[in-house]
């Protein structure tokens, strides 16, 4: 079985497990004091060009963004998101379950605009029983977002200013960041990010760690107790060191943009194939996921080899099904698709 199914199905980079066995024996501080997640940080503050900020390491993205949102977020307070976002479909409930509503915008592409978010807050505003109802006080997208698409600088630029305006914060998951980052036409990169957003994490996960997610805190005033929350959400890793030396080597001589590149050549190269073959994409994306209409029929015999990800029905002949390069992808089981496809 060839699996397309999505960018985590592989262990991790050759390079990372060499790093963890070299350092296994050594003794170190717990719980992500370490001299390796002080150097991580280091690195990842530099490429953000970002001092203030603070970084801090965790295991997984829906860990994350819990953490995150819940130190953010008052009990009365809510966060909005596409109604595609990660959080609201994804993620069982986390939120919620920690006392947060999730307003969700409607959207085609998986973003948001900064105009639907001033809506959102000037709906609540002007509302008569304001004080009955939640308040929308945090703004979530995500990098490339669940449908493969990506933010614009003039975009993020945008939700920034709104933000500002309406005295709203702004998260970014990057759970794919750096397939976003590597994109064709991306214009976007980490100092950006680091600028207009309070807090975002770039993803290990899913882009060549063995596990682990990346949180830069930009805003200083979020910073605050931080570490507590962490704790109290189970997110404190004993051996934190684990998280920091891969994220040294993630960032060591470019290999997490290297290994980005890697999966958009091959996402390009199964798009292009496909388009050559007539198939047709539910959504245009230049990065490592991509969504192609398969008539049900074919779908059937492609099966027996490949796994993949059934996004919805189309129409009555055929579906749309999700395919995801990553990192660890072969060229030849492109290929080997392709000629199948």
Known sequence: MIAFNCDYNEGAHPRILEALIETNMEQTAG??????????????????QSQKAEVHFMVGGTQANLTVIS??????QAVVCAVSGHINVHETGAIEACGHKVMTLPSDDGKISAKQVEEVYMHHKNDASFEHMTQPKLVY?????????IYTKKELEDLRTVCDECGMYLYLDGARLG??????????????????????????TKVGALFGEAIVICNVDLQEDFRYIMKQKGGMLAKGRLLGLQFKELFKDGLYFAMSKHAIHLAMRLKNGLTEKGYKFFIDSNTNQQFVIVPDEKLEELKETYAYTYQEKYDEKSSVIRLCTSWATKEENIEQLLRDM
């Open 141 to 149: 997208i995500s990098n490339p977002t669940e449908l493969g698409t």
């Open 71 to 76: 130190s953010i977020l008052r009990p009365h």
């Open 179 to 204: 397939y976003g980052l590597c994109a064709d036409g991306n214009d976007l990169d980490l100092e950006i990010i680091a600028k207009n957003c309070d807090v975002f994490y770039i993803g290990g």
């Open 31 to 48: 719980y992500g004091e370490d001299q390796y997640c002080k150097e991580a940080e280091t690195i990842i503050k530099g490429l953000c």
